[in-house]
Protein backbone atom coordinates (compact mmCIF):
# COMPACT_ATOMS: atom_id res chain seq x y z
CA UNK A 1 0.00 0.00 0.00
CA UNK A 2 2.93 2.34 0.51
CA UNK A 3 4.15 1.37 -2.88
CA UNK A 4 1.08 2.30 -4.19
CA UNK A 5 0.69 5.78 -2.63
CA UNK A 6 4.23 6.54 -3.65
CA UNK A 7 3.53 5.85 -7.21
CA UNK A 8 0.30 8.01 -6.99
CA UNK A 9 2.02 10.94 -5.61
CA UNK A 10 4.81 10.64 -8.37
CA UNK A 11 2.06 10.41 -11.07
CA UNK A 12 0.35 13.49 -9.88
CA UNK A 13 3.31 15.51 -9.70
CA UNK A 14 3.30 15.49 -13.59
CA UNK A 15 -0.22 15.82 -13.93
CA UNK A 16 -0.34 19.09 -11.46
CA UNK A 17 1.01 21.40 -13.65
CA UNK A 18 1.23 25.31 -12.64
CA UNK A 19 -1.33 26.97 -15.39
CA UNK A 20 -0.15 30.58 -14.17
CA UNK A 21 3.74 29.69 -15.84
CA UNK A 22 2.43 29.04 -19.08
CA UNK A 23 2.64 31.15 -22.11
CA UNK A 24 -0.07 33.65 -22.27
CA UNK A 25 1.01 35.80 -25.21
CA UNK A 26 4.55 35.48 -27.14
CA UNK A 27 5.76 38.87 -28.77
CA UNK A 28 7.76 39.26 -32.12
CA UNK A 29 10.83 39.17 -30.00
CA UNK A 30 10.62 35.92 -28.45
CA UNK A 31 9.51 37.10 -24.96
CA UNK A 32 6.67 35.04 -23.58
CA UNK A 33 4.63 36.57 -20.11
CA UNK A 34 2.09 34.20 -18.46
CA UNK A 35 -1.66 35.68 -18.11
CA UNK A 36 -0.68 37.09 -14.69
CA UNK A 37 2.43 38.88 -16.37
CA UNK A 38 0.67 40.35 -19.22
CA UNK A 39 -2.35 41.98 -17.13
CA UNK A 40 0.35 43.09 -14.71
CA UNK A 41 2.13 44.79 -17.06
CA UNK A 42 -1.06 46.24 -18.82
CA UNK A 43 -2.02 47.89 -15.68
CA UNK A 44 1.12 48.91 -14.32
CA UNK A 45 3.17 50.36 -17.47
CA UNK A 46 0.25 50.12 -20.42
CA UNK A 47 -1.37 47.94 -22.98
CA UNK A 48 0.63 46.85 -25.85
CA UNK A 49 3.86 47.41 -23.85
CA UNK A 50 4.42 43.77 -24.03
CA UNK A 51 5.12 44.26 -27.94
CA UNK A 52 7.92 46.39 -27.54
CA UNK A 53 9.79 44.59 -24.79
CA UNK A 54 12.75 42.62 -25.14
CA UNK A 55 14.17 39.90 -23.70
CA UNK A 56 16.41 42.13 -21.63
CA UNK A 57 13.28 43.94 -20.88
CA UNK A 58 11.61 41.14 -19.38
CA UNK A 59 14.27 39.93 -17.42
CA UNK A 60 14.55 43.60 -15.83
CA UNK A 61 11.08 42.98 -15.36
CA UNK A 62 11.21 39.44 -13.49
CA UNK A 63 14.25 40.48 -11.28
CA UNK A 64 12.33 43.83 -10.05
CA UNK A 65 10.09 41.62 -8.48
CA UNK A 66 7.82 44.78 -8.90
CA UNK A 67 4.51 42.10 -9.53
CA UNK A 68 5.05 40.98 -5.88
CA UNK A 69 5.45 44.69 -4.30
CA UNK A 70 3.98 46.20 -0.96
CA UNK A 71 0.77 47.75 -1.11
CA UNK A 72 0.52 51.50 -0.24
CA UNK A 73 -1.82 52.15 2.19
CA UNK A 74 -2.94 55.84 1.39
CA UNK A 75 -6.20 58.00 -0.26
CA UNK A 76 -6.69 55.88 -2.98
CA UNK A 77 -5.17 52.84 -4.22
CA UNK A 78 -5.82 49.76 -6.84
CA UNK A 79 -6.29 45.99 -4.89
CA UNK A 80 -7.69 43.50 -6.58
CA UNK A 81 -7.59 40.24 -4.24
CA UNK A 82 -8.44 37.73 -7.25
CA UNK A 83 -6.16 39.08 -9.48
CA UNK A 84 -2.84 39.90 -7.25
CA UNK A 85 -2.23 43.04 -7.87
CA UNK A 86 -0.62 44.55 -4.89
CA UNK A 87 0.52 48.26 -6.41
CA UNK A 88 -1.15 51.51 -6.67
CA UNK A 89 -2.19 52.95 -9.45
CA UNK A 90 -4.28 56.52 -10.43
CA UNK A 91 -4.76 58.35 -13.71
CA UNK A 92 -6.05 61.55 -15.05
CA UNK A 93 -7.69 62.14 -18.00
CA UNK A 94 -8.34 65.27 -20.51
CA UNK A 95 -10.02 64.85 -23.78
CA UNK A 96 -6.69 64.55 -25.41
CA UNK A 97 -4.61 62.71 -23.20
CA UNK A 98 -4.29 60.11 -19.84
CA UNK A 99 -1.67 59.91 -17.76
CA UNK A 100 -0.94 57.44 -15.05
CA UNK A 101 1.23 56.78 -12.13
CA UNK A 102 1.64 53.20 -10.78
CA UNK A 103 3.91 52.44 -7.90
CA UNK A 104 5.20 49.13 -6.24
CA UNK A 105 7.31 49.34 -3.27
CA UNK A 106 9.74 46.73 -1.07
CA UNK A 107 12.82 48.06 0.19
CA UNK A 108 12.58 51.22 -2.34
CA UNK A 109 9.51 51.88 -4.82
CA UNK A 110 9.35 51.29 -8.23
CA UNK A 111 7.70 54.22 -10.53
CA UNK A 112 6.27 54.11 -13.55
CA UNK A 113 4.60 56.96 -15.49
CA UNK A 114 2.50 56.66 -18.54
CA UNK A 115 1.03 59.45 -21.40
CA UNK A 116 -1.13 58.10 -23.86
CA UNK A 117 -2.26 60.47 -26.14
CA UNK A 118 -5.56 59.92 -27.47
CA UNK A 119 -5.19 61.69 -30.62
CA UNK A 120 -2.61 63.31 -33.13
CA UNK A 121 -0.91 66.20 -31.20
CA UNK A 122 -1.63 69.28 -33.45
CA UNK A 123 1.54 70.92 -32.23
CA UNK A 124 5.26 69.38 -32.82
CA UNK A 125 7.42 70.64 -30.22
CA UNK A 126 9.06 70.38 -26.78
CA UNK A 127 6.99 68.40 -23.92
CA UNK A 128 8.37 67.46 -20.67
CA UNK A 129 7.64 64.78 -18.34
CA UNK A 130 9.09 64.44 -14.75
CA UNK A 131 8.63 64.47 -11.23
CA UNK A 132 8.29 66.85 -8.09
CA UNK A 133 9.97 64.62 -4.56
CA UNK A 134 9.40 65.54 -1.59
CA UNK A 135 11.12 63.82 1.75
CA UNK A 136 12.11 61.30 -1.14
CA UNK A 137 14.93 61.21 -3.68
CA UNK A 138 16.09 59.75 -7.26
CA UNK A 139 17.70 56.26 -6.78
CA UNK A 140 17.80 55.18 -10.79
CA UNK A 141 16.24 56.65 -13.53
CA UNK A 142 15.75 52.75 -15.31
CA UNK A 143 13.57 53.84 -18.62
CA UNK A 144 12.64 57.33 -20.17
CA UNK A 145 10.88 56.41 -23.86
CA UNK A 146 8.27 57.60 -26.05
CA UNK A 147 6.48 54.52 -28.16
CA UNK A 148 4.85 55.01 -31.68
CA UNK A 149 3.61 52.44 -33.89
CA UNK A 150 6.44 50.31 -34.32
CA UNK A 151 9.04 53.20 -33.19
CA UNK A 152 10.59 53.72 -29.94
CA UNK A 153 13.01 57.35 -29.34
CA UNK A 154 14.83 58.38 -26.26
CA UNK A 155 14.37 61.85 -24.90
CA UNK A 156 16.29 64.61 -26.00
CA UNK A 157 17.91 65.79 -22.56
CA UNK A 158 17.49 64.48 -18.88
CA UNK A 159 17.45 67.07 -16.21
CA UNK A 160 18.20 65.70 -13.07
CA UNK A 161 18.07 67.99 -9.86
CA UNK A 162 17.62 67.05 -5.95
CA UNK A 163 14.32 67.44 -5.34
CA UNK A 164 12.73 66.45 -8.79
CA UNK A 165 13.55 65.46 -12.61
CA UNK A 166 12.50 65.86 -16.05
CA UNK A 167 12.78 64.47 -19.66
CA UNK A 168 12.18 66.56 -23.11
CA UNK A 169 10.86 64.64 -25.20
CA UNK A 170 10.42 66.26 -29.29
CA UNK A 171 6.84 65.42 -30.10
CA UNK A 172 6.96 64.26 -33.77
CA UNK A 173 4.61 64.46 -36.74
CA UNK A 174 3.29 60.99 -37.17
CA UNK A 175 -0.52 59.79 -37.57
CA UNK A 176 0.34 56.80 -34.93
CA UNK A 177 -0.74 57.11 -31.34
CA UNK A 178 1.96 58.30 -28.85
CA UNK A 179 2.96 56.77 -25.99
CA UNK A 180 5.63 57.79 -23.80
CA UNK A 181 6.91 55.93 -20.66
CA UNK A 182 9.14 56.78 -17.29
CA UNK A 183 10.34 53.75 -14.88
CA UNK A 184 12.41 54.59 -11.92
CA UNK A 185 13.20 54.21 -8.41
CA UNK A 186 12.70 55.98 -5.30
CA UNK A 187 13.06 55.91 -1.71
CA UNK A 188 9.99 55.70 0.65
CA UNK A 189 8.66 57.86 3.45
CA UNK A 190 7.66 61.51 1.11
CA UNK A 191 5.72 61.78 -1.82
CA UNK A 192 5.77 62.18 -5.17
CA UNK A 193 4.14 64.50 -7.47
CA UNK A 194 4.21 64.00 -11.59
CA UNK A 195 3.10 65.74 -14.45
CA UNK A 196 3.38 66.05 -18.34
CA UNK A 197 3.57 69.31 -19.86
CA UNK A 198 2.56 69.42 -23.58
CA UNK A 199 3.74 72.46 -25.48
CA UNK A 200 0.59 73.94 -27.27
CA UNK A 201 2.60 76.75 -28.76
CA UNK A 202 6.26 75.92 -30.85
CA UNK A 203 8.61 76.30 -28.41
CA UNK A 204 12.63 75.95 -28.65
CA UNK A 205 14.61 73.61 -27.09
CA UNK A 206 15.84 76.55 -24.99
CA UNK A 207 12.58 77.85 -23.86
CA UNK A 208 11.94 74.71 -22.68
CA UNK A 209 14.38 74.78 -20.29
CA UNK A 210 12.84 77.42 -18.67
CA UNK A 211 11.09 76.00 -15.04
CA UNK A 212 12.06 75.07 -12.14
CA UNK A 213 10.87 72.26 -10.09
CA UNK A 214 8.38 73.53 -7.49
CA UNK A 215 5.26 72.40 -5.81
CA UNK A 216 3.56 75.47 -6.57
CA UNK A 217 4.20 74.76 -10.53
CA UNK A 218 2.18 73.59 -13.23
CA UNK A 219 1.08 69.88 -12.44
CA UNK A 220 2.43 70.19 -8.80
CA UNK A 221 6.32 70.14 -10.92
CA UNK A 222 7.05 72.54 -13.25
CA UNK A 223 7.17 76.51 -12.08
CA UNK A 224 8.20 78.07 -15.77
CA UNK A 225 9.20 81.02 -16.20
CA UNK A 226 6.78 83.98 -17.03
CA UNK A 227 7.94 83.97 -20.79
CA UNK A 228 7.40 80.38 -21.50
CA UNK A 229 4.57 80.05 -19.12
CA UNK A 230 1.40 80.18 -21.22
CA UNK A 231 3.19 78.16 -24.37
CA UNK A 232 2.55 75.11 -21.85
CA UNK A 233 -0.70 73.43 -21.31
CA UNK A 234 -1.05 73.11 -17.43
CA UNK A 235 -2.48 69.72 -17.48
CA UNK A 236 -3.20 68.13 -14.03
CA UNK A 237 -0.76 66.01 -12.26
CA UNK A 238 -0.87 63.06 -10.19
CA UNK A 239 0.72 62.52 -6.46
CA UNK A 240 1.18 59.65 -3.92
CA UNK A 241 2.24 59.34 -0.59
CA UNK A 242 5.22 56.07 -0.53
CA UNK A 243 5.31 54.33 2.78
Known amino acids: MKKLSIAILFILSFICVDVDAEAFYINKNGVEFTEREYSFISDFYFEGYQDYMTISDYEEFISSNIINGDINIQEEYDYDFNALRPYYSSSHETPSKILKLSSSCSEDCTINVTLTWKKIPSTNS ?24 EKISSPIENNIKSNGFSSTFKIPSTNELIQIMQEYKVTK ?48 GLSVYLN
Open 126 to 149: YDLIGAYFENISLLQLMKSKMYYG
Open 189 to 236: GGRLYVSYQHAKNSVSLAESRKYEFSKNGYGNVYNFDSSVMSKYDNMQ
